[in-house]
Each structure stands twice: as C-alpha cells, then as structure tokens.
C-alpha cells in the first residue's frame, strides 16, 4: 500500500536554528500538506500546496515557516528560527484531490527544540 | 468556539464490550467528516468519511454514522488491538481543503 514517507523521526535542534523537514508523498498525489500535534493536543493545520503554490494556511503558519516542493517528490517544511513552542509531531499528509477523501498521513517526525 | 468536540475523552472498556465514541461538529456548510486511529508516536490512519447526514460505514468492529449535528463510532466486541486514540475531523465546504480535528477519544481495550 502506498505512504507518505517522513524524515527524520526525530530531530533535536537548539533555539535560533534552522530545521528543514523532509517528506515523500504519494506519487500521483497532487495536494500536499503539513500538521502538526503539541504533545498532548489536537492535530492542527499549518498548510496546504497544489500546483506548486501554498493553497492555504493557518495563523500558525507565520513568516518564520516555508514549504516547498523542489522536485518532483519530495516536499519540505523549514522553520528559520526555532523556538521552543516549535517542539511537536510534525505530519506531512498528501491527498489525491483536494476534496473530502481522505488523505494520507505519514508517521511524522518529532521536532524537540532545547 | 472548537469546531469538532469528541467525548469522551477517555474510554476504558473489556474485551467484547460494545461502546460508542461521539464527535460534535458545528460548521456552516460539511464537505465531509473523518474518523482516524492514531497509535502513539504514528499518524493518523484513515479509517472512514462520511459525506451527509444518514450515511454508515462498516469497517471489521468499527461502523460510523453521521447526522446533522454529530457522528457517532460504533464498536462492536472490540478486541485489544483496537486500543488506540479516535480522531474525527471535519472538512468544510468553503473551496478549502484543511482538516479540523477534535482532541480525540483515548480508548483502551483490557483483555
């Protein structure tokens, strides 16, 4: 069955660092995503990218994230500057159409900001 | 105002013990509701959508219903392996794609 693969699993990073995590999603998927879940919270929405472009994204999404698709697989989400408040599972999600089917999660990589 | 409220948020239960998990949404418009099981340290696995109010689905131990107001996941003689955290997330009809999750149900299936 296909998946969405999500490196690293974990990564530790100190405050004021830059981290880029890395995601493979489905190949023929055309939507992809970014969530993330605070320990112990909801699953939240950061962002949304079709056709090469952010669709849509939260107000956690801020000038210090960025997404980008370099090339044909992979998917990436950078934080210029960690902060503390960062820490959390980071999901990458892809999704064949934009509608309500369901998408597919990877299993995600924990980011621990000290 | 949460968008998706589940309850409850914990939920211990014997092996072979029927039980529901309920999950409370209030949009303007529903594109569709999801339920996902996610095991500690994983992402959420898709287990179902429901798209309007009336629809069932079935799948092994699990079936979810949906009315106008909240969706209900049925468990029937769960097993220990269904021990897991039940999310439900909603997707509205504004041209958007996101999901809104709730906080989840925690369920532990004792042998």
């Known amino acids: 069955e296909p998946e969405v693969t999500q490196t690293p699993s974990h990564q530790v990073t100190q405050m004021g660092q830059e981290v880029i995590l890395r995601c493979v999603p489905i190949s023929n998927h055309l939507y992809f995503y970014w969530y993330r879940q605070i320990l112990g919270q909801k699953v939240e929405f950061l962002v949304s990218?079709?056709?090469?472009?952010?669709?849509?994204k939260s107000e956690i999404f801020d000038d210090q994230f960025s997404v980008e698709r370099p090339d044909g697989s992979n998917f990436t989400l950078k934080i210029r500057s960690t902060k503390l408040e960062d820490s959390a599972m980071y999901f990458c999600?892809?999704?064949?159409?934009?509608?309500?089917?369901?998408?597919?999660f990877g299993s995600g990589t924990r980011l621990t900001v000290v | 105002e949460d968008q998706v409220t589940q309850s409850p948020e914990a939920l211990r239960l014997q092996e072979g013990e029927s039980s529901s998990l309920n999950c409370s949404y209030t949009v303007s418009g529903l594109r569709g509701l999801f339920w996902y099981r996610q095991d500690p340290g994983k992402g959420p696995e898709f287990l179902f959508t429901?798209?309007?109010a009336g629809e069932e689905k079935e799948k092994e131990r699990l079936k979810a219903t949906l009315t106008k107001k909240e969706s209900f996941l049925h468990i029937t003689a769960p097993k220990p392996e269904d021990s897991a955290t039940y999310l439900c997330?909603?997707?509205?009809?504004?041209?958007?794609?996101?999901?809104?999750f709730g906080t989840g149900t925690r369920l532990l299936v004792s042998p």
């Open positions: 997330a909603v997707q509205e009809d504004t041209g958007f794609q996101k999901l809104v």
């Open positions: 999600a892809s999704s064949e159409s934009g509608t309500a089917y369901g998408y597919t």
């Open positions: 990218f079709y056709n090469n472009e952010i669709s849509e």
């Open positions: 429901l798209y309007s």
